[in-house]
């Protein structure tokens, strides 16, 4: 099975301009009525891009995918931040500390220019239970089903492809629209957990282990995956023949066609 990856908008006015946003119907449909009602227009929204199991465009023997498949189902937390974001080593030492704890599996991004923060004994740590990588193809290990929770800063792109995917999160937010994201997901999806800091504002190992066997091991852990599920369900849904973001992408095209021309990504 391929890919679909499909963007949608929301049309100010017939003269207006038309923002372009990636979501759909069922996740943000309250917010976005509310929007349309303020401003009298109409949107479209549809999902982002849903993953098969394997893609035949990446090599099948990327290492974290080779690695991935030596591993138990839904056993994996896959830890990235982002490409923006940066933490000190103190942070990171207790991060790395908090996987290990763990006692899970994982694959932690770690970009090429912060990998010399990490301390040669948190390096030789992780290696027994994880990777450490500067790297990974996202969308394929968040498919995957050895894949159990997503470490994430909560961005919305990397929100959306957990979703679609079907995998609980841990949030760790930072700026901009992530908190108000991790929010959501955590109390009105219900889709797993957001980190809670320190009196210094640091996210201990203790926090991060708590966080984890919540999503994983916890009383909760049935919940978040039925939501994930379901949420995954509705993504698909919405963009089968006859769906809303079927509909909605097609009506959308057709205003675009007919000569609206104001078109923001």
Same mark, same amino acid.
């Given at each position: 099975?391929g890919?679909?990856?499909?963007?949608?908008?929301?049309?100010?006015?017939?003269?207006?301009?038309?923002?372009?946003?990636?979501?759909?119907?069922?996740?943000?449909?309250?917010?976005?009525?509310?929007?349309?009602?303020?401003?009298?227009?109409r949107?479209?929204?549809?999902p982002?891009?849903?993953?098969?199991?394997?893609? /035949?465009?990446?090599?099948?023997?990327?290492?974290?995918?080779?690695?991935?498949?030596?591993?138990?189902?839904?056993?994996?937390?896959?830890?990235?931040y982002? /490409?923006?974001?940066?933490y000190?080593?103190?942070?990171?030492?207790?991060?790395?500390?908090?996987l290990?704890?763990?006692?899970?599996?994982?694959?932690?991004?770690?970009?090429?220019?912060?990998?010399?923060?990490?301390?040669?004994?948190?390096?030789?740590k992780?290696?027994?239970?994880?990777?450490?990588?500067?790297?990974?193809?996202?969308?394929?290990?968040?498919?995957?089903?050895? /894949?159990?929770?997503f470490?994430?800063?909560?961005g919305?792109?990397?929100?959306?492809?957990?979703?679609?995917?079907?995998?609980?999160?841990?949030?760790?937010?930072?700026?901009?629209?992530?908190?108000?994201?991790?929010?959501?997901m955590?109390?009105?999806?219900?889709?797993?957990?957001?980190?809670?800091?320190?009196?210094?504002g640091?996210?201990?190992?203790?926090?991060?282990e708590?966080?984890?066997?919540d999503?994983?091991?916890?009383?909760?852990?049935?919940?978040?995956?039925?939501?994930?599920?379901?949420?995954?369900?509705?993504?698909?849904?919405?963009?089968?023949?006859?769906g809303?973001?079927?509909?909605?992408?097609?009506?959308?095209?057709?205003?675009?066609?007919?000569?609206?021309?104001?078109?923001?990504?």
């Open positions: 099975m890919r679909s990856s499909l963007r949608a908008g929301c049309s100010v006015s017939s003269s207006g301009p038309t923002t372009c946003r990636r979501s759909w119907q069922s996740l943000t449909g309250a917010l976005c009525s509310f929007g349309h009602r303020c401003s009298n227009s949107g479209w929204r549809t982002t891009t849903c993953s098969s199991t394997h893609s /035949t465009i990446l090599n099948p023997s990327e290492p974290c995918l080779a690695w991935l498949d030596k591993q138990l189902p839904r056993s994996v937390i896959l830890v990235s982002g /490409t923006v974001s940066n000190d080593e103190a942070q990171l030492e207790e991060l790395g500390n908090g290990y704890n763990s006692g899970k599996p994982f694959i932690w991004v770690v970009r090429s220019n912060e990998e010399h923060k990490l301390s040669d004994e948190l390096r030789d992780c290696k027994e239970r994880g990777l450490i990588v500067s790297w990974c193809p996202q969308l394929e290990v968040l498919a995957h089903k050895a /894949t159990g929770c470490f994430t800063h909560c919305w792109n990397s929100t959306l492809e957990a979703i679609v995917n079907g995998v609980p999160m841990v949030a760790i937010p930072h700026w901009a629209d992530q908190p108000t994201i991790s929010k959501y955590e109390s009105m999806w219900g889709l797993g957990v957001r980190v809670r800091k320190d009196e210094k640091l996210v201990t190992r203790d926090e991060v708590r966080c984890i066997k999503v994983m091991d916890g009383d909760s852990k049935d919940k978040y995956r039925k939501s994930a599920t379901m949420w995954m369900q509705k993504a698909k849904a919405a963009m089968q023949n006859g809303s973001s079927d509909k909605n992408i097609t009506e959308f095209a057709a205003k675009y066609s007919s000569g609206q021309k104001n078109i923001v990504a």
